[in-house]
Each structure stands twice: as structure tokens, then as C-alpha cells.
DNA sequence: AATGAATGAGCATTCATTCAT
DNA sequence: AATGAATGAATGCTCATTCAT
């Protein structure tokens, strides 16, 4: 990747965590980048394009990240794995998860479309996970893998970012706990 | 209540639901609540001052729904209740629910200080019902009420809106008895 | 008509007669109308609504003037008249004049459909004249009225911006004599 | 001259034809010529050289065109061939005629000098074939030939384009013949 | 001789806000 | 209590031009 587009990403990524994405200039991005305006338009084609750029760009990263504990031996210890890295991946970058929390579940949001597709790789990546448990016989029964897995992307998105803005004195390691305590309900 | 806010109250929550908040114009709710633009501010003041009382309002018409199952005997039939009654709410007014999810985690959000004040009312009734179950000694050891119930308010939220952009097909009841199966893993 | 429509009407001929419509900014416009930016967008829409409205307005006052002669007993004295008033209007909206040339005959223009729509309404009040005139058998045989109007139109348009622009020093009464010669050609 | 400036020129005749010089950006000319944006830069030194340059050129081969009509003895004869040359020029290089006459009278257009120098070179040929007419006796009594030259090039231009954009479905030598016959009023 | 990534001044457009009625 | 014409700062985007390769 050039270095005017990581530029980009990175300064992207850093004034979104505090402002938004909506009180977001193509000034103040290209401004924070150390790049001329111009630069995000000859990269992008728009600001839309930069921010769809960035999205598959941080969420690919993220998928990596998950599937990396896809061989862990025993389910549970992987979905608790996966839970860990998920975390570890909000608080890092905390712009790029306010950024899918704000535009995730808008209906016809502009990147609506690239949000399903990298949410159904995401959940996807989950529901994988979730499966081997359900196959070692450590869900409760009716659990329906499809449903809880999109539900446990949502949770650990929101749990995340609850953290990060209303309670950041708690350490992360804390977080994680909770998470995997409602987790370990899950398991007989 | 005057006629004009209710009518943009409702004007705003119904082009929310299409539009999200940020690509809210005053001139669009004006023209759709049928009033002149004027009298937003006439009412308002600005449109943080539209948005701020409807956040207000809406919160307030959730947080009297979920309190009014604050009396079932039985702790887990009453928390059963409440995220019925949640999921019920973000069905009914998914604008408001898309407002809250977007609005909620951003950080100096125009609208953060308010949010954080309603946040923890809604955080803070989720919190008393699990404590009941706690109390009942139906939660597993370890699990703090506090993080929990924050936890169950996002879960709740992000569920909800899940459902309604990614799952529409889904009935209303199989998302709530699979919400209810998740909780149920908690109860011993 | 409101006064700011007006005004800006008149500041944009003012500025299109020295810069022609391309070097033309919304800005200045405004600026030499003395109203606002917004003032445009409120009362056209965009500059292209202006130019559109400002089009319409201008032929709509000039075959307004054309059609003033057309109870002229005789066909030809009628038929110079017109011409005449054309040049006459040429001189006095030098800038629509510039205008139209520049616009009319640029295939998918911005403003095509509505010059194209223009320039039916006054090559056919040149058509009814200049029937007119070969009812009274006073055009050479063969000439096709239809085609000759849309000519002399085009030919009054160039010849008037011929003389302001490269023959400033001729007098009006030179030009419409030296066209009035041509014409008179055309009589038996 | 260059392959490079030749593909250029070409290309900027072509989309000039859909768009207007205007609407023309170095861009669209590059990618059309197939060769780099620098490489304009390198060739002609700006958009307006290249601008320039091309009316310089497709001027000097309509010039040459027209002038090789010059020796014919009958003098009607010759100014209906120059007519004839004209039109079809217009028609083959339909680009080249709509920047002439949307620049052509554009008072201090970025090629107003340019073209300045190149229309005298035109009206001059004209001037010359018309000379001969009068020369010959065959031009009504008063008709000034500077005048009539001017104003017979611009008509030319203009009923070219009319029919391309507004009488596509007229042959050409229809157009031609209704042209001459007007021209054929000028003769006694 | 040619390239194309980068630039930045300039522009059309948006939209929350004001105020005279 | 309500209106809507007018405002102007702010913003996304365009495009001719430059320059290192």
C-alpha cells in the first residue's frame, strides 16, 4: 500500500476516535495525514471512498486476527480466545469500532453494503467458532449458532466500547472477565 | 405537549429511521412534521435542542415501560420480561433505537452528556432486576451486576437492530426466545 | 418577481457580457447582485437553475419585443423591423447575447432542452413572418421557409456579436443597414 | 508533427464535440490520446496551449480548403464552392465548430486573441471571393464587402451547427442548397 | 520524450441559524 | 405561536499544474 493511503488510514483512524466519522473534514484528514487535500481525492475518488477503503482495510485486519485462534484444541478455549482478541482489537483501535457501531446498523447508511459484507465475514469467522462448541455439546439446547453469533458480534462490540467511554477506569483484563463469565454460562 | 413538537418529534424519529441522524436536515423534518422551519427554533431553539428533548422523551417513554415489570415475584421471569419489552420498544421505534446506537459511544457526541445521563437511567433499572436474580442466587459466582447490566443494555440494543436491517425476515419471537436462551445460560 | 431574483438576474447578464458563462462564480454573482451566496440557492436551486431561469426570462423579453411587429401591414417593412429589434436587443444584452451563441448549439449542454425549447419559440415567430413575406411572392423561388428562419436567426445572432466584438467602432444604424441590404437581396 | 501531439489533438476535437471545451478537462484529453496527463504539459505547456495550438491548426487546413476554390473563373460559381467547402468542413470536424462559435465572440476569452487573428484570416478569403462577385457586378448596390464577409462566415458556422444539432435528419445538400439560395438573392 | 502521483487554490453546494413580519 | 426569505461559514470536490523519476 502507498504511503499517502496508510497515511491516510492512520490519521482517518485517529480523528475518528474523536470526533466521529460525521464531524469528520477532508481537510482536517488530509491536515492530521501531512498530505495535501487533493491526495485523498486522486487516492479515493471521494470521502466515501476513503472511509469504504478504510473499513474493508480495518476489518480485514480484524478477520486476520480472529481466524488465528481457529486451532486452538478445545472450543471453549478458542471462543474465549476469540473473545480476548476481539477486545484487545476495540481498544486499539477505538476510532475504527465507533466507527462500525455508528454505521453498522444503518438502514441505508453509504456503506451500508460494504458493512453487511464484512459483518457476514466477521460473524461468519464467530459462528465457525461457536459451531465446534455447539459440536462438543456446550450449549444449551435451542441455541441457534446462526442468531448467537451475531448476537456475541454486537455484544462484544458494544461491551467494548461501553468500556473505553463510560467506565475507563476499569482494566481491560476485568472486561474480558465479565465477557467470558456470561460466556461460561453458556457452557453445562 | 403542543402539536407541533409531537408532530416533530415524530417527523424526526421516522426520517432517523431512513436517514440516521447526521443526514438529518432541519428543512427535512420541518417539511415533514408539515410546519415551517422557523418553528423549530421556535420551539427548540436549535436542533441539538430537538434532538436533546427527543432523546429525552423517547428514553423516558422506554424507562417507564421497563420499570412497569420492576414487580413480577419471580427475578428471572422479570428480567425475561424486561428484554421482551426492550426488543418490543427498538421494534416499534427503530429510529430512536439507530439514534441510541449511533449517538451513544461517540465520544464529545454532541449529544454525550444527555446520553450519559439517560444511559444510566435505562443501565440502572437492568441493573436492580439483575441484582434480584443475583439476590436469588441465580447469576453464576463471579459475574458483577453492574458490568453485566451495562452489557445487557448494548446486547439488547444491538440485537434489536440486528435483527430489524439484517434479519428482517425473522419473527419477532425468535429473536426474543433467542436473547432469553442466552440469558437462561446465566441462570443455574 | 422578487427583488432578489431580479437583482441577480441582472448582475449575472452584467458579469456574463465581460467574462462569458464559464468564468462565471456564484460568488461573484451575489457579490455584484448584493445579496448572499445562499440567496442563490435558495431562490434557483444551483447556478445551473439561475442560468436556466435567466434564459428563459431573457428570450421570453426578447420575442416579447419581436412579436411587437408583427402586425406590420407590409410583410417586408415587417420582416426588417424584426430585424431591427433583434440587433437592437443584441446591443442592449450584449452578455445574453454571448450567451446563447456560446450555449445553443452545444449538443448535450447543460441548458440544451430549455435553449432548445427557446429557440423554437422565436425561429418561429421569424417563420411566421417570413411566411409572411413569401405569401406575398417576395422570396426567391425554392427558399424553404422553415430552414431560412433558423438561418436568419443564427445569422442575426453572429452579426451582432460580429460588430461589438470586432467592429466596435461601426454605428447600429451601419450593422442593421448592411443586414437590411442582405435581406433586401432576398426580394424580388 | 509528433505522434503524441497529433493523438492529441484528435482527441480533444472529439470530446469537444460532446462537451464543449468548458467541460474538457487535461485528464479526459490524456486518457482519450491514450498517452499521460505530463505528457500535454511536455507538448503544448498548458491547457490553453494545446488549446491554442489546435485552433491554429484545424483553422490553417479549413483556410487551405477554402482557398483552393479561389481560382475558379466564375467568380458565383467559386463563392457557392467556398460555401459548399464550409459546410462540409463543419459537418466532418463538428468539434471544431462548436468551439469557434462558443469562443469566437467571448470578449476576453482565453483564445480571444488567437482567434481574433485566425477569423481575419478567414473573413479575408471570403472577402476576397466576394470582391471578385462585386468586382463582376453581381452584388446588390450598397452592400459593403468587409461586412457582408464577416457577416457570411458566421452564418456559415451557425447554419452548420444548427443543422448537426437541430436538423439532423436534413442532408446535407439540402442544407447546402437552401444556403446558396439565399446567397443566390445577393446575385442580380 | 514521457510519466503519474501529488498539489492546493478555487468552486458549487449545504444547512443551521436569524429576524422582520 | 409561527413563518420563510435570507444568510454565510463550512465542506466536499475539481482540475490545471508541477516535478521527481
Redesign the pocket.
Known sequence: M????QRLFEATLKLASDRGLA????????AEA??????????F??????IDALLRYGLGQLAERLRAHADEPDPVTGLESLVDTGLAFAAEYRGFAQILVSEMWRTPGQWHETLGLLREQIVSIVKDQLQRVADAGRLPEGVQVPTAAAGLFGTLLVVALDWQVFQPHRSRAEVRDSVLLLLRGLAR
Open positions: 502507498s504511503t499517502s493511503k464531524g469528520l473534514t477532508v481537510d482536517d484528514i488530509a501531512g498530505v495535501a487535500k487533493g491526495t485523498v481525492y486522486y487516492n475518488g471521494s470521502k466515501d471512498g476513503l
